[in-house]
């Protein structure tokens, strides 16, 4: 017998756990080390934002400062692409990819990107889906009820299945930022290299969010196959 919160499965989860900390401490490094260099245009990423949108005609896409470290994101309910302070105030190299990716979410928003229009429609049911997977499993664990259990696996599914959109999202924007600051001159071909070395580290924290899911997934279907069938 084992306790569910802690069973043997779980040594499932520790390479994933390993990826997780080794990607957090690798955009923390790149962020900490480009966030400390200037871009050559002197703009920050407000700056560099605002110009972005206005060449793709998202005059209605407002940017705005949020509190907190690498809290940059793109919401589109209320159209804003939100800046942490120090990329929207600071003219760093760090600043400009990220307010530069955070754009690139705004331009697929505008042209359907169908895997960003999938990841929104999936939004509302992964957030239900989070909160009760777990305790409905479980509970279904402790009690042998493999009907329970079979419905936390499918809301849990759910949100592998977000993760697992997040990444083309995620790899499209960085692609479309790099694109835009190469050919658009807001960095030289060195600087460059610095920003693609910033979006891919953040690239990795998804990978290894995604990675943690599926192994989760995994895990639960191993319990639920020792429980059985009624």
Not at 13 to 21: E, Q, S, T, V, Y
Not at 36 to 42: D, E, F, L, V, Y
Not at 51 to 67: G, K, P
Not at 139 to 146: A, E, K, N, Q
Request: with cysteine; glycine share 6%; proline share 4%.
């Amino acid at each position: 017998m084992f306790i569910p919160f802690f069973d043997p499965t779980m040594i499932l989860l520790i390479p994933a756990l390993i990826l997780a900390l080794w990607a957090q401490s690798r955009v923390k490094s790149a962020f900490k080390q480009y966030s400390k260099i200037a871009n050559g245009s002197r703009l920050t990423g407000a700056q560099v934002a605002r110009r972005i949108l206005d060449r793709y005609a998202l005059q209605d896409v407002e940017v705005e400062a949020v509190s907190g470290m690498l809290s940059d994101h793109y919401d589109p309910l209320k159209r804003v692409v939100r800046l942490s302070e120090s990329n929207f105030s600071q003219p760093s190299l760090a600043g400009l990819a990220v307010a530069a990716h955070e754009c690139g979410h705004a331009i697929q928003h505008s042209e359907g990107y169908s895997a960003l229009r999938f990841r929104h429609s999936l939004a509302r049911p992964v957030q239900f889906g989070s909160w009760a997977a777990f305790p409905l499993f479980f509970l279904g664990l402790i009690f042998s009820s493999p009907g329970m259990m079979d419905i936390g696996i499918v809301l849990f599914s759910l949100a592998v299945l977000f993760h697992m959109v997040t990444l083309p999202v995620e790899f499209d924007a960085s692609k479309r930022a790099i694109a835009i600051l190469n050919t658009d001159g807001y960095l030289t071909p060195n600087e460059v290299k610095g920003a693609k070395k910033v979006l891919d580290a953040a690239a990795w924290t998804y990978v290894a969010a995604a990675t943690m899911a599926v192994l989760q997934l995994l895990r639960l279907l191993l319990l639920r196959g020792m429980i059985g069938d009624d």
